[in-house]
């Protein structure tokens, strides 16, 4: 699956908050539950929770799994995401696809110090008021000032706003 | 010496008049007319005459001919303008009142009966009056119609129950012929002697619900007994009472007729309506506005009258719409006006009219109470970014730093002014209609992120550096 994965999660998340569904899931794959964790951590979704086919009961979204994944149910799980409202407006508004699997852009970290700063560099435009940009580092899946703080570049996923 | 000086001439004229007229009298002494003539001025260059001019042909006296013979005067008038006899002067008292006999009497002593005989004639000139009248009565055709009525009573009001009973009763009592029925029964007359003094309000339920049961069937026994002698003929018919309804007055004017059917007008100031039918000029306004444009706007917005002079206001759009009718085509002006505080409150108005002076008035007016708070970051830029989208018509916004300027369009640069906007980057990369750009500027300005709600929807805390360097100074 690999980066096209992760540009269906992020087209999916966006048709799903401006469908203000208040629980959606996406493919439970470890590039899919890395973003879905930096969301988590950047305060854009509500909860992250690996379970069935069927969604999880609202008690069970508390906690990270329904049930343990074993080999017999491994193909089923999906990563459910609680999906965050503030004043009848979704939290995130957009969710775009920086990377393709046509095109993969990476960032340095002077180039990734720009972009936070507002300034574009190559394809990737400056940050805005309230945009972020998910960046996929040898740490992980990190928001964009993480990555700053971590001193690390890497491919950028997504902008979020 | 110059003639034509005035003061000369003035001077040249008096010797010579005096020299002439020194010169005729010593030749004619003691005559008045030379010192008269030697004063006269000539206005104008035909000699004088010495004489009147003799007519050509000599007129004939009316006297010379026979025709003022003073016997034949005073016989004619006699016979043809006589005095009035005393039977005359005493019948004329029946008729008139003794004020209109003095004038009568005062007209007779002011005209000389001679005077008519010399000089009255009948006129037989085209514009006399094509009969002899003395005006003692009016022709309806020729003659304006005599008002002899009252004037409409300027007391009356419509009979309340009590008077229009007894206009009813005194009308009816016309009538009273024939038969004399005698009077109509009450329920008082049903009740026992203890009930009979006091109040039906104070009867005990069962009384009076016998004593109504019994006044109910004598009035159905009465009625039966007329309906039983159709013949009786007492009393008012058919036409009576139609006349009473078309014709009575239902007013407290005691049925008065008028010449008019128009009630006198109300007086400038009605009792106990005064004060309350016209918008009187509210001292507050210190005279601003004294035709009351802005009273409507002043009890919506609560802004007082010199606030709503001193907003900033624009005209942005002006343009010409036409409505096609059947009658052609109505054409209207259409305005668009923006308004705003300079210091974060912004309205837009549009408004049409046929003319364009009242268009601009109303747009203003509408512009002024569409006017909504604009957020602005440090009160001189917009937050971040704003994109708005009206029909064909892109604005994108930017904040901008400390001394960028307002780089926008000559609308929206308006605009930020009336709102209060310093720095800001704008364009407009589609369409540019005017009407759409000012909407969609105006849009953006309204709809502006706000970073305290991403914050709390995010669930982070927020700092803005520029407030933490340089000790929390910004520009």
Known sequence: MGISGVVNACVHLQNSMRASLGLTSIPNTKYNLRLALALHRAGLIASVTRGGPRPPPPEALLATETEPVTTANVATRRLWLGLKYWDNRPVVLSVSAVSKPSRLVTATLPQLAKVARGFPVGPIKGLNLGETLFVSTDRGVLEVREALDRKVGGLVLCRVS | MSVARPAARRLLSGRLAAGSGAASCAAAPATATCHQLGFAHQFHSSPQLSARRKPRFANVRAADMGLMDEKQIDQFTKEQFPKYTQEEIDHLRTKYSPAQIAALEAGEAAIDPRDLTVQGRLR???????????????????????????????????????????????????????????????????????????????WPGEVREAAHKAFQSYLEG?????????????????????????????????????????????????????????????????????????????????????????????????????????????????????????????????????????????????????????????????????TAKVSGTVVKMNARPPGFGLRVSHRIFEMCRAAGIQDLAANIPRSRNPMNTVKAAYWALCNQPDPERMAIGRGKKMVDVRKVYYGGATL
């Open chain 2, 124 to 202: 037989v000139d085209p514009y006399t009056m094509p009969y002899i009248d003395d005006f003692a009565e009016t022709q309806p055709i020729i003659d304006k119609r005599a008002k002899n009525q009252e004037a409409p009573d300027p007391l009356a009001r419509f009979m309340n129950m009590d008077e229009f009973t007894a206009d009813l009763v005194e009308w009816a009592d016309k009538f009273q012929e024939g038969e004399v029925t005698g009077k109509l029964k009450t329920p008082a007359d049903f009740v026992s002697d203890e009930f009979k003094k006091k109040p039906e309000g104070q």
């Open chain 2, 222 to 386: 009465e009625m039966s007994k007329q309906a039983a002698n159709p013949e009786d003929t007492s009393g008012p018919t058919d036409a009576d009472i139609l006349q009473y309804i078309l014709e009575r007055s239902g007013m407290t004017d005691k049925n008065r007729t008028t010449d008019s059917s128009l009630a006198l007008a109300l007086p400038s100031k009605v009792p106990g309506v005064a004060g309350m039918y016209k918008n009187a000029i509210d001292p507050e306004d210190h005279g601003l506005d004294d035709i009351g444009i802005y009273q409507d706007l002043k009890r919506r917005t609560g802004l007082r009258v010199k606030d709503i002079l001193n907003l900033h206001s624009k005209q942005l759009v002006q343009r010409r719409v036409a409505n096609q009718t059947r009658l052609g085509k109505v054409q209207k002006a259409s305005i668009m006006y923006v308004v705003g505080n300079g210091n974060g409150w912004l309205g837009i108005g549009e408004a049409k009219s046929t003319e364009p002076s009242i268009a601009g008035l109303k747009a203003r007016l509408l512009a002024i109470r569409n006017m909504r708070p604009i957020r602005r970051y440090e009160n001189r830029t917009i937050y971040g970014s704003v």
